[in-house]
Structures are given as structure tokens and as C-alpha cells.
RNA sequence: GUGGCCGUAGCUCAGCCCGGUUAGAGCACCUGUUUGUGGUACAGGAUGUCGGGGGUUCAAAUCCCCUCGGUCACCCCA
């Protein structure tokens, strides 16, 4: 194997075509489905004062142990993202933009973790985010643009789980009951959860543990500890998903991993994946986040899509394929290279995707290039074609029929089988 | 942070248990069969610090120890 230096560092890959490519038009894709919803791209930086992040929550995995930080040359405490949210609400707070203020991302986080399938230290999401109403009509316009993204990808088989964790009064309540509830069931729970417990008593509800199955299936539920405000806030959400015909079903446990969460959680998840990580999507509302961070208080929703497990779900689903060739013509030259430069120039001038060999290789290799670039034509030149004043077009996905053209009508011709 | 599995040619892997001829296969690559013509076939060719270090031995890809890396899972999340 090659030092160990010379790799891409844990949890980090390059990605090369056909995947580079398919990368980007999936966010063509989300830019033109969030686009079109009134939403405008934002661009954040990569890294933030630590401080920003610990608004997710002293309690959370992501704060706790996923934070990928270090000082910077000036002493600051600066951590890259390990999402995006909290840098919007950052960047809401600093530029105090007109409400509502809809902003669609896309790029990559960071969390220092060990990597597995679906997981890596460096990903990709997409996402976006709603500021301003506190309109359950929001929370389904969010939810159902990323369905309907879902959807334009050509998946079938993802699951919408809701819940409302309520507002934060209401947590302050449930999290009474539920601990006290906890307190007499710990015996019972894992060792894991029972860590948990002491650190994030919500948390232990996100636990598979055989164990703790049955201690968490009869454990309060936070449905019934909502205040009035927020019952009919999930009501209306609940009332708009169906009226859009967006499945979903709700899930009282799902508590999410951010602490700066209120009223509406919902998470994506694929039934096709064939890995632990089958989460490839999430959200909720966050109407108190803005005001820890200074501003006054100013509600908001948003939600962010994994795009590396997305599309493993595409995979397993066969569908958003990648793409298949990246040429149109190829241009062999038998005559030292200097047609090839003049002819592929004006040919890329023209709107073509064209390509060519280097250091004068021999035909039959050139036409082995020519095969292997994917090209659907072979423009040649020889000899023979310089002296008549034509170039030969070769067919190279059917028999392999060719004809000679006079170089004037070169273009044309190329035009009309192509386009 | 914890555990399982795996590191041999550019890629996928065999060989390792039972140490011993020049370390193999397929794919990919290059050349030719083809006096300008790819995709099929055939013939030939190039390619390896057997992840790294140490140890045992007359002899190590093979046995032992350490280490680095990858991968999957736990935790948790996208």
C-alpha cells in the first residue's frame, strides 16, 4: 500500500467521474426544486467560532465528541461545520436580512467520527431553511419540498416519521416525567443508557438496545405533555400533510439530535438502504435559536438531506443513474497532431464535447481511445483527407458505417447527427 | 471512544491453515495478427518494497509481536 500520507485522510474520498458529476447535478437538482419555491442559494463559510456550534447543545454527540475544531494561527476557537443551520441563523443574526428570509445550501460538513457505511467524516447535504412565519403551513412547504425532491430523484420507498417535541416549556415539563419515570426503570436500562440518562435524559429515547426497547415503549410520551399552542401547531401539520397526500407517521420517540429543536421534528428515512446509517434526511423547527444568539426572537424551520446516502438509496432503487459518457466526437489524426488541435477547437467553439489523442500514437490506438472515451463519432484525418480537402466521420456505436465529408461542411454534418 | 473482518500487480482477488523452485489469475494497459480504422477473437509484453517495523528460522507473503491503514458494526447521526 502507499504511505499513509499520500491517501485522502479517514473518512474522506475523492469523488471522480461519473460520481463527481452525478454530485453535481443532484444539487441542479435541489437548486431547481428550492429555487422555484422562493428559496435563494446561500454560500457559508466552512468553519465558525466554536461557539456558534454550541448552540446544538452541551448534551449532543455532535458538540460532545463530533466536533471537528482547533485553534487557528490568532488563538480563536474555530470549528468546522457539522452542519449548516446553526451558521444560518448565525449569518441571519449578523446580516438581519428582511422576513421571511428563505435560503436554500448545499456543500460539505464535518464531524470527527469513525466512518462506516454512509458515514464519513467529510459529507455533503443539502438543505434549506425558513426564518421569519411561525405558520404551520411552513413546516408542510419544507417538509413537502423535500418529499417532492425525494420524488424528482425517482425513490420510492422513503419513510416520514413526524413527532412534535413541543415548545421549549413543554420539554421542561416532559423531561420531568419522562426522568422521573426513568429513575425507577434504570435498573433495567443499558449501561450505555443509563450514561445517557445522567447527560440528556431525551437522548435515551434514540436508543436500539434490546434492552431498553421495552423500558422506552412504555415511557411517557411527549404527545401528551403539549401545550395547547403546540397541539394545534402539530395538528395543522399533520392536517396539511394529508391534504398534500404526503405519507408519514408519527413517531413520539424521534427527539433528534440537536437540542435547539421545538414543536415539529421529522426525519427521512430509506427502506432500500442496505446499511445501519438509513437516516438520509431531517429536520425540524427552531424558533428559539435565533434569540440565544442575540437577535430578537425569531421562529424557524429548515431541514437538511445527506447526499452521499441519498444516493445510495438512489443505487439500490436504480434510479437518478450516473451519467453515462462525457463525449460526442472524437478526433483522430494520423498526421502528426496538428489537424486534431485546429479541428477539436473549432469543434468545442461550436458547443461540441470533444476530445482527442496526444503524442501521435498510431491509428489503431487512437480509434481504441476513440472507442473507450464513449464518443459517439469519430471525426478522422489522414493524409489522404488533408490532400482531398475532407475528413472521414465514423460512426462508432452502430456497425461502424464512415463517410468521407468535405471539411467546409464538417460542422453541419456533425450538427445534424447529433442534435 | 469500543468490537469484528481485511491489507499480495492500476483494479478484483488466489496463495497463508500444513514456511522451501524465477509470487499467480482475471480485468485494465501496451504491441502485433490487420500496407491509415475501435468495439469480437487470438498471440505476445510490461507491472509487485506480498501495508510498515521487529522477531523466530538454514529459509517468511506464509508463524509470533508491535504498528499503520481500510472496512463493517456499536454509539449517534446525514
Known sequence: ????????????????????????SFINLFAEIAGSSG???????????REV??????????????????EDKGGRNIALRPEQTASIVRSYVENRPSLPWKVWYAGPNFRYERAQKGRFRQFDQVGLEALGPEDPHLDIEVIAIAWRFYEALGLRKVNLQLNSIGTSQDRVRYIEALSRYLENQKEFLSKESQDTFAVNPLRVLDSKRDEDVQVISEAPSILDHLSDGAQSHFNEVQEGLEKLAIPYIVKPTLVR?????????????????????????????????????????TPGVGFALGLDRTLMACDAEKSFPEPEHMLEIFVVDTTGGA??????????????????????????????????????????????????????????RGKGGQEEIASESMIADLRKKLR
Open 1 to 24: 500500500m502507499k504511505d499513509s500520507v499520500y491517501r485522502a485522510p479517514k473518512g474522506t474520498r475523492d469523488l471522480v467521474w461519473p460520481d463527481s458529476e452525478r454530485r453535481r
Open 39 to 49: 428559496y435563494a442559494e446561500i454560500v457559508l463559510p466552512m468553519f465558525e467560532h
Open 53 to 70: 456550534f454550541q448552540r446544538l447543545g452541551d448534551g449532543t454527540d455532535v458538540v460532545r465528541k463530533e466536533m471537528y475544531d482547533f
Open 257 to 297: 439530535g440537536l437540542d435547539y429543536y421545538v414543536k415539529t421534528t421529522f426525519e427521512f428515512t430509506s427502506e432500500s438502504i442496505d446499511a445501519a446509517q438509513d437516516a438520509i434526511g431531517g429536520g425540524g423547527r427552531y424558533d428559539g435559536l435565533a434569540a440565544e444568539m442575540g437577535a430578537p426572537e
Open 339 to 396: 489537424n486534431a488541435l485546429v479541428i477539436t477547437d473549432e469543434l468545442r467553439q461550436e458547443g461540441f464535447k470533444v476530445d482527442r489523442s496526444f503524442d501521435d500514437r498510431s491509428m489503431k490506438a487512437q480509434m481504441k481511445a476513440a472507442d473507450k472515451s464513449g464518443a459517439k463519432i469519430a471525426v478522422i484525418v489522414g493524409d489522404d483527407e488533408v490532400s482531398n480537402g475532407v475528413v472521414t466521420i465514423r460512426d462508432l
